[in-house]
């Protein structure tokens, strides 16, 4: 058990969310297994502290009725502590800890793929030639919706983009 302690003890609650990367349900789970952890160490440390043997002889001189001190005193000399079956909190610490690696192996793909696309958009962007050397071509290959809404308005005879006027003045009274 005092090994147990130890490791307790040399948990780094701030570090685990950090480190791990741990987010939404995992991270309020281990707050409130922390939490509880706490609680439960608090608590074993005031017991610990209270005192555990009981002066028999003191309450001889006090009651009167020493049949009841005898029973007391036999029931207490005859307790038994009952040892508890904790195989289904430690399979919910081990379910819990297996759904926290599965959300930081999920967390760790999706944060890697962003970063690959994040770096493949800054090397676009590093290599791209400046706006004021591309043409309309350029422009219609690298987006051909473009292409397709102009030719769109064309069709239907509107030469004036919508929402132009308002976002940058009518230029035609110059």
């Known amino acids: 058990m005092a090994a147990g302690r130890s490791a307790a003890l040399k948990?780094?609650?701030?570090?685990?969310?950090?480190?791990?990367?741990?987010?939404?349900?995992?991270?309020?789970?281990?707050?409130?297994?922390?939490?509880?952890?706490?609680?439960?160490?608090?608590?074993?440390?005031?017991?610990?502290?209270?005192?555990?043997?009981?002066?028999?002889?003191?309450?001889?001189?006090?009651?009167?009725?020493?049949d009841v001190i005898n029973e007391v005193?036999?029931?207490?000399?005859?307790?038994?502590?009952?040892?508890?079956?904790?195989?289904?909190?430690?399979?919910?610490?081990e379910a819990f800890e297996a759904q926290a690696v599965k959300s930081a192996e999920e967390t760790k793909g999706l944060v890697e793929a962003e970063l690959r696309d994040l770096e493949k958009t800054l090397k676009n962007i590093e290599e791209a030639r400046p706006f004021d050397d591309l043409t309309v071509d350029e422009v219609a290959a690298a987006r051909p919706d473009i292409d397709e809404k102009t030719a769109k308005l064309v069709s239907k005879g509107r030469w004036d983009v919508p929402g132009y006027k308002e976002k940058f003045g009518d230029l035609s009274v110059i």
């Open 11 to 66: 948990i780094d609650w701030a570090r685990i969310g950090t480190q791990l990367g741990l987010r939404g349900q995992t991270a309020s789970s281990l707050q409130a297994f922390k939490k509880r952890n706490d609680d439960a160490r608090r608590r074993v440390q005031q017991l610990q502290e209270q005192p555990q043997t009981v002066d028999f002889a003191h309450y001889r001189s006090v009651l009167r009725n020493q």
């Open 73 to 93: 005193e036999r029931a207490v000399q005859n307790f038994q502590v009952k040892g508890y079956d904790v195989s289904r909190q430690i399979k919910a610490i």
